[in-house]
């Protein structure tokens, strides 16, 4: 059923060309499907009801493409009301709780909007417009950023505990002071980004791009950077306990005055880091 479910996205997307961030959202997509067509098969659904109610739910893939750049000419995009999208966002959010799932944000543009100080734990942004925007010191666990733009954005101060963004452009964003506990950060581009004081703890950061990030002087505990680029990113001063480190390239990674367990130093030295100048604890 996957390879059927795939052959379904093939043609949905075929239109659209080799888009640049093709692969990691039919990848993302894939995988919600398939969750979405056993739920339903568990819910007693035959093989071919379940599979023709997956892909009635799939939504309309122009709303999705208009947020995501391709090489096709895109359809006319309906243009919205910023200004006053943005006051109802407000008004519907701030020291409002929604729960999870409550409110689905699906192919908006809310670019440099201000949903600072505002309760959006649970809610569900999907390929969306929100560079430049500001969500400082507001509650976004358990939210969920899949294929959204959030360039130059600011999420300082704010509670991100197991909020997930999966194939996200997050170049120069703003996470310091940011609650990342179980957060999951995935297929995502972080060049740029920042991380000041951020509490990262069981933080999943795999297939990401954090070339040249700093880490420095910080605790990470139990984080994941499984298949991530890690060119030039610095870990000076850090403390890694139970951090991994699998299928990444860790030798441009910069590790002097760390300090570190000894099961990570063990799989960095293993996979060639520089580790003249650590300390084990």
């Known amino acids: 059923m996957e390879k059927k479910l795939q052959q379904f996205l093939d043609e949905v997307f075929a239109p659209y060309g080799n888009f640049p961030a093709r692969t990691e959202v039919t ?7 398939v ?43 309906k243009q919205e009301d910023d200004a006053s999208l943005r006051k109802t966002l407000k008004k519907a959010f701030r020291h409002t709780k929604l ?6 944000f699906t192919a908006v543009n ?10 959006l734990s649970g809610e569900i942004f999907g390929a969306s417009a ?21 360039k130059n954005s600011s999420f300082a101060s704010t509670n991100l505990t197991e909020a997930e963004f999966t194939a ?25 980004a920042a991380f000041n ?9 795999s297939r990401s791009d954090l070339g040249g990030i700093s880490f420095d002087n910080q605790e990470l505990k139990d984080v994941i950077f499984n298949g991530a680029s890690l060119k030039k990113t610095s870990f000076k001063g850090t403390t890694l306990l139970n951090v991994s480190f699998h299928h990444t390239a860790v030798k441009h990674a910069i ?11 063990a799989l960095l030295k293993g996979a060639g880091s520089v580790l003249d100048n650590v300390t084990i604890l």
Do not use: W
């Open 27 to 33: 990848k993302e997509l894939l995988a919600n499907l």
């Open 35 to 77: 969750e979405k067509y056993h739920d339903l098969k568990q819910q007693g659904m035959s093989e071919d009801e379940a599979y023709q109610a997956t892909i009635d739910s799939f939504g309309d893939v122009e709303e999705i493409m208009e947020q995501i750049p391709h090489t096709e000419k895109n359809p006319k995009i």
């Open 99 to 104: 729960g999870l799932g409550a409110s689905r």
């Open 110 to 119: 809310l670019k440099q909007s201000d949903l600072s100080d505002t309760n």
């Open 130 to 150: 929100l560079m430049e925007s500001v969500f400082d010191r507001s509650d976004l666990s358990e939210a969920s950023f899949r294929a959204t733009a959030l």
């Open 168 to 192: 996200c452009d997050l170049q120069n964003t703003k996470f310091n002071n940011a609650n990342l506990t179980k957060a999951k950060i995935r297929a995502s581009a972080l060049r740029g």
């Open 197 to 205: 004081d951020a509490i990262l703890s069981g933080s999943d950061f």
């Open 255 to 265: 590790f002097d005055g760390t300090k570190m367990d000894k099961v990570t130093y």
